[in-house]
């Protein structure tokens, strides 16, 4: 009896220790050997505007990490916020993440940065970082004071706070500045009027931050895991391409040279230069913004087909209606391809603005060669090319003469002996009647009885 017990405790105490060896090698389990968590660590850099762009970029990441069963996904942070809708995007996928997430921030996560840091299991702050200042702004800065809108972003910033056991009402208190917020843990009030944005230090204090680290090794280690497999989300070629031709000044530039280039081809064609460096510039304007994730298809199509319908115009009498809905396609084109509606009306207004100049003066200068001179009519009837002129016969004015044949009203008469072709002014006159001169205009002449 007592070796079966014996036999059986040995046969659980080995079941144990196979279950231990076993669970070590899976992902985010603690190992055996150093006490430290498994899996690779990617860390996915959040430094830029937050818009369409950066969640294409960040579930690129998250799709990376869980192919290679990482167990541990970094959000860097450092970006001054963004579109809304783009940040409850990403905020979502966060929250859907089968694998822990941390937010080291190691500058600012402003604004909506800060919706996406409190979405993560986990915050780590860099000191002299901040979180916070989450006021809606317009692309202008001028704030938002719709308070619909406020009451949602609240909801929004509390919900996310409040899922990893934070205050809400502090995470409101960062999105309205109508709100009163006590904050007894660092001595300070949020009265009305201000915004909470918490340093570091803070934020550790109100529980806004749950370790202070200088840097992502030293939060990755505190969070249990190796520095040894880290991974670096990189962008990609295209996608660094990308985000220097959706720079706001690039885009102006872009825009510029697209509409002054076609229209220049227009206007004077044959020169080559102007029409090919317009098409380049709408080429990569509209594929800066396709490989950021801000324009679609649809976009290239409207592009395409305003342009032929511009070409069309030069050559098709229309009234005008094709080179308006040429226009207004590659206008709609232009703004469904940006990422904000009101910046691309913008830029797309800068960018028309200089064009009209340049395009003006290259008119001036090259005036003699322009499309205009299709319509204007400069044939001469020279003697070099085989016409004769027409005789003028203004000196015939006041002389006299007789009728050759009846004028009815036309006919001919004699003058000083030379027979010419005339009219009256709707009489009859017979044959044989002596008639004067009495008005010549160019080689009508007109005569009357005397």
Do not use: C
Request: avoid cysteine; hydrophobic fraction near 50%.
């Amino acid at each position: 009896m007592y070796l079966a017990k014996k036999g059986l405790k040995s046969v659980v105490v080995m079941l144990m220790l196979a279950f231990l060896v076993a669970g070590s090698w899976l992902p985010g389990r603690v190992s055996a050997e150093n006490g430290e968590k498994g899996g690779p660590v990617y860390i996915i850099p959040v430094d830029q505007e937050i818009e369409t762009g950066l969640e294409k970029f960040m579930r690129r990441g998250f799709k990376e990490a869980s192919k290679m069963n990482a167990g541990l996904v970094v959000l860097e942070i450092n970006t001054p916020g963004g579109l809304v809708d783009t940040a409850d995007k990403i905020g979502q996928m966060i929250r859907d993440s089968k694998i822990p997430t941390l937010a080291y921030i190691q500058g600012n996560a402003a604004s909506a940065g800060s919706y996406i840091a409190l979405n993560a299991d986990k915050i780590v702050m860099k000191p002299g970082s901040m979180i916070g200042a989450a006021a809606m702004v317009d692309r202008t800065g001028k704030r938002v004071d719709d308070a619909k809108l406020v009451a949602y972003w609240k909801s929004k910033m509390s919900a996310a706070a409040e899922s990893s056991g934070r205050d809400g009402k502090i995470a409101e208190g960062m999105a309205d500045v109508n709100m009163v917020v006590d904050m007894p843990t660092i001595g300070e009030k949020k009265e009305k009027g201000d915004i909470i944005a918490l340093s570091s230090e803070q934020a550790l204090k109100v529980g806004y931050a749950d370790h202070i680290a200088s840097t992502p090794e030293e939060a990755i280690q505190w969070m249990g895991y190796s520095t040894d497999d880290v991974f670096h989300v990189e962008h990609t070629g295209a996608e660094k391409v990308a985000a220097f031709l959706t720079h706001p000044a690039v885009m102006v530039i872009l825009l510029f040279l697209g509409i002054a280039g076609v229209v220049i081809e227009l206007m004077i064609p044959g020169f080559g230069v102007p029409g090919i460096v317009g098409v380049v510039a709408f080429v990569l304007y509209f594929f800066g913004n396709y490989v950021a994730g801000f324009a679609g298809s649809e976009t290239w199509l409207l592009f395409i087909v305003g342009l032929i319908l511009m070409i069309l115009e030069m050559f098709v009498p229309s009234f005008g209606i094709l080179g308006i809905l040429g226009a207004i396609s590659l206008i709609a084109g232009v703004v469904r391809a940006a990422y904000d509606t009101t910046h691309a009306l913008f830029s797309l207004g800068i960018a028309f603005a200089a064009a009209v100049v340049v395009v003006v003066i290259v008119a001036i200068i090259f005036k003699e060669k322009g499309v205009w001179n299709r319509f204007i009519l400069k044939e001469a009837l020279t003697k070099e090319q085989g016409f004769v002129p027409t005789i003028a016969k203004e000196d015939l004015l006041g002389k006299a003469g007789v009728s050759v044949t009846p004028l009815r009203p036309a006919g001919t008469v004699n003058v000083e002996g030379e027979r010419i072709d005339v009219v009256t002014d709707g009489e009859f006159v017979p044959a044989g009647t002596p008639v004067k001169v009495v008005h010549v205009e160019g080689a009508r002449i007109v005569v009357k009885p005397e």
